[in-house]
């Protein structure tokens, strides 16, 4: 049985009950446990079983002391007593084989030690019962399908293709609010609570199999196993777009909510890089993600980037030229053929190049005649239709007209009826139609752009990561040496390690006494670099302990001088010995920095950026969680605004772009082999036409998860 198949049927109870008993149901005005049940009686067509030991009767249902006496065939249990008892009744629900849960009840990992230490409790009751479990510390589940609103909120959804995921409650109920003003409509809505056991991984399986789910929403303070929720959106994302909103962007935001659900907020390069890789679109706000839902619910990809404007007024095609300008869409430019026919349909004081000026004259018959042949232009991905009121346009038939083209062609078509009353009737038609209305055109283009990003998310094609021929042995035991240290770092005398690793180093040695370095530095070559070696100096140039065009016979002195400047930094430094390295041609390379530290929810976190002196002043970096593909690889060095230096510059040769891209695999592979290495840095990295060198490294090491 695969995953999917699983994930279906696991959450049939959960969503399509035919009985749903409520324990700690009651009468009681302004209780949780009466609002749940209102809201079942409401709407749900199924039994409801109110429990409440005190009651034989709740809102005019008979009620139940306990699960025990409750009738047999109970689907879905919804738990709203207080925190001390709900693992006892959690366990009750278990013996009667319930096997789907709501735990409403807050007062777990959220509320100090006592609470995690309750939620610990629960998660084992619902492994010992195997039990599917919503919260603890959730408003509850929705599904407008089986008309089952298994929460206390107020709000009531419309009916609609977007399931929508939270870990806020409070966001919910703002969701909700502001869904049915905008008139979005939902299929599943799920209040993840504190994801003790069902998290938002599960929760995207099963959208993804679900027919009636189009498009995937989710609010997420943190997620639960990183590696898991990267793999499974990657494939998700392929059938079903996903939208996220994450907070904890800023570095005070990640504080807030660390606090607020006792989730670990993960850095923010991790969200950004994770997501990304995921085939998550991430969001900013609430606006943007009902816009991007809203889109890819309801209009095709665009088949390429080049989008045409229609438009009754000069200023509006303006800003939306303006919006196209600043986004990854194109201005398109239009076909000969196509430029003949606008200029045989429109007046002569039109705008026949893009945007096109319909003229504020131009009537029902001149829109929809323009639309087709804008249409018909192989090379236009998609349309932007914009109108100002005027006495010439009537919405209603124009939302038909719009409705009428794209229904000939497979584009997307946005609409931008600008004003207030005369647009609303229009809207409504639209949205039924499902074409998105706009009040201004940036809205039109970003949805757009979301719409091109979903494309390119859907046709990427995932290679897995390369396995390169590496002696993981080797770097295991060179790694071992750490025990011999009172402190968990490691420098330069460890660059065996990146060569077990295929990461090619310059030659290089440690002496430990001045005579062995001037002879060392001699067959070397004419000039050596000469670095002082400790685990208590992190900056060797800092402290001026880095020399480099050293001749072989200057190499006593340097090697006696490299030892009085690491004394006179700190007089008790371990000092390990001094690295004679070969030269590197400066001029020829360019210095960048490859490195990892471990994300406490991605794990190993991949930097890649311009190195050496600029590494702090200009912060070109990129990041990727591994392990990478030799697709994602390339990315990280396109990425980087610098990327054009590699191209070549000042007489330079191109860098070895494949050979850059091999060794980010290469470390890639090697911190997803060896956990123990906590973080590493090698600046710099250096790169040119004839590939990579590193020539120095930094690494922190935990010596508990060494495993030789
Ligand atoms: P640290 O980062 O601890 O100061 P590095 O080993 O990175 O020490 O050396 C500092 C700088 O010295 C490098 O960024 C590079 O510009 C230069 N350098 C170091 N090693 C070499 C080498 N083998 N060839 C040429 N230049 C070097
Ligand atoms: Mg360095």
């Known amino acids: 049985m695969t995953a999917g198949s699983e994930g279906k049927r696991r959450f049939r109870g959960l969503f399509y009950p035919s009985s749903v008993a409520v324990i700690g149901a009651t009468d009681r005005e302004g209780s949780v446990g009466r609002k749940i049940t209102e809201n079942l009686i409401q709407d749900f067509g199924g039994e409801i079983v109110p429990v409440n030991p005190n009651r034989d009767e709740v809102l005019g249902l008979k009620a139940y002391p306990d699960m025990g006496s409750a009738p047999k065939d109970v689907d879905l249990a919804v738990i709203a007593v207080p925190p001390s008892i709900v693992n006892q009744t959690l366990r009750q629900v278990g013996e009667e084989e319930v096997k789907n849960v709501v735990v409403i009840t807050a007062g777990f990992s959220e509320a100090g030690s006592e609470g995690v230490a309750r939620e610990r409790k629960l998660q084992e009751i619902a492994e010992e019962y195997n039990l599917k479990l919503v919260g603890p510390n959730s408003l509850g589940i929705i599904n407008t399908a089986s008309n089952l609103k298994a929460t206390f909120g107020p709000e009531e959804p419309i009916s609609g293709s977007i399931s929508f995921m939270s870990q806020s409650g409070a966001l919910i109920t703002a969701v909700l609010d502001w869904a049915e003003d905008q008139r979005v409509g939902f299929h599943n809505v799920v209040s993840l609570g504190n994801k003790a056991v069902l998290d938002e991984t599960d929760f995207l399986r099963a959208w993804d199999e679900d027919e009636n789910t189009d498009v995937i929403i989710g609010y997420l303070e943190g997620i639960e196993d990183g590696g898991s929720f990267i793999s499974v959106a990657r494939e998700v994302s392929k059938s079903t777009p996903i939208v996220m909103i994450k907070s904890g962007s800023t570095e005070s935001g990640a504080r807030a909510v660390s606090s607020h659900t006792g989730t670990l907020a993960g850095s923010e390069e991790a ?62 430019s239009f076909g000969d053929e196509t430029l003949d026919r606008l200029s045989d349909l429109l007046p002569e004081e039109a705008n026949i190049y893009n945007p096109i000026d319909v003229l504020g004259d131009a009537d029902i018959k001149r829109f929809r005649k323009t639309a087709d042949i804008v249409m018909d232009d192989p090379k236009i991905g998609a349309i932007i239709l914009i109108s100002y009121p005027s006495a010439m346009v009537n919405y209603g038939e124009l939302a038909e007209v719009m409705m009428d083209v794209q229904e000939k062609k497979s584009k997307p078509l946005i609409s931008c009826l600008m004003g207030g009353k005369r647009v609303r009737e229009a809207e409504e038609k639209l949205r039924q139609i499902g074409i998105p209305n706009y009040d201004g055109p940036d809205r039109a283009v970003y949805s757009l752009e979301a719409l091109s990003r979903y494309k390119e998310i859907r046709e990427r094609e995932y290679r897995p990561p390369e396995n390169f021929d590496v002696d993981e042995s080797r770097a295991r035991k060179i790694l071992s040496r750490i025990k011999d240290r009172s402190e968990n770092r490691l420098g330069v005398e460890a660059m065996d390690l990146l060569e077990a690793y295929g990461i090619p180093t310059p030659e290089s040695q440690i002496v430990e006494g001045p005579g062995e370095a001037e002879s060392v530095a001699r067959k070397m070559g004419d000039e050596v670099v000469m670095k002082i070696v400790s685990p208590d100096i992190l900056h060797k140039s800092d402290i001026g302990g880095v020399k480099v065009g050293i001749s072989p016979e200057n190499a006593r002195d340097a090697y006696e001088d490299l030892v009085v400047r690491a004394r006179n930094y700190q007089s008790d430094a371990t000092l390990l010995g001094v690295q004679i390295q070969e030269m590197a041609d400066l001029d020829s390379n360019i210095e960048t920095i490859l490195g990892m530290n471990r994300d406490p929810q991605f794990g190993p976190l991949l930097m890649f950026g311009l190195g050496g002196i600029f590494v702090e002043i200009l912060e070109d970096t990129s990041f990727r969680v591994a392990p990478i593909t030799a697709d994602e690889a390339e990315e990280m060095i396109h990425e980087l605004e610098s990327a054009p230096i590699f191209k070549g510059i000042r007489g330079k040769n191109p860098v070895d772009i494949e050979k850059v891209a091999e060794n980010i695999q290469r470390l890639s592979q090697m911190v997803t082999d060896i956990p123990s290495i906590l973080e590493l840095d090698i600046n710099p990295l250096l790169v040119s036409s004839d590939g990579v060198q590193a020539i120095d490294l930094r690494l922190t090491v935990d010596e508990e998860k060494l495993e030789v």
Do not use: H
Not at 274 to 290: E, H, I, P, T, Y
Not at 294 to 322: H, M
């Open 271 to 332: 969200y950004e890089a994770a997501l990304r890789q995921a085939g998550v679109l991430r969001v900013g706000n609430l606006q943007k993600l009902f816009d991007f839902a809203e889109v890819l619910e309801s209009q095709p990809v665009p088949p390429t980037d080049n989008v045409a404007i229609i438009t009754n007024a000069g200023g509006p095609g303006v800003l939306a030229t303006d919006a196209i300008g600043g986004s990854d869409l194109n201005l398109a």
